[in-house]
């Protein structure tokens, strides 16, 4: 069974920087998108970014620019490069994605979440 494995959370200053990596593990035969959700306290989850197979990608309004998404297609990874980090994007950060698996089929499938913590 194809499970996402999350890395690269924790605590940065504001205006510091964090590289998050979504691995998708298992019997992956293709990966159609993958995106990250977060979700602070009190909040409900939402988009932050995603992108395609195919290399389009869509972000939240509040971190165009600072925010960049992408994959390595060949190692079933995702990453999500946070620069400029504010307090605000204080959350647990989860990884999502519509994949196929051998003999499973078609699925969407969710990581177990990272925290990530801006902080002075």
């Known amino acids: 069974q194809v499970q996402l494995v999350e890395s690269g959370g924790g605590s940065v200053q504001p205006g510091g920087s964090l590289r998050l990596s979504c691995l998708a593990s298992?019997?992956?035969?293709?990966?159609?998108?993958m995106g990250w959700y977060r979700q602070a306290a009190g909040k409900q989850r939402e988009l932050v970014a995603v992108?395609?197979?195919?290399?389009?990608?869509n972000y939240a309004d509040d971190v165009k620019g600072r925010f960049t998404i992408s994959r390595d297609n060949a190692e079933n990874t995702g990453l999500l490069q946070m620069n400029s980090l504010k307090p605000e994007d204080t959350a647990v950060y989860y990884c999502n994605s519509l994949l196929t698996e051998t003999n499973r089929g078609t699925r969407e499938i969710w990581g177990q979440g990272t925290l990530v913590t801006v902080s002075s």
């Open positions: 992108i395609t197979n195919t290399g389009m990608t």
């Open positions: 298992g019997s992956v035969v293709s990966i159609y998108r």
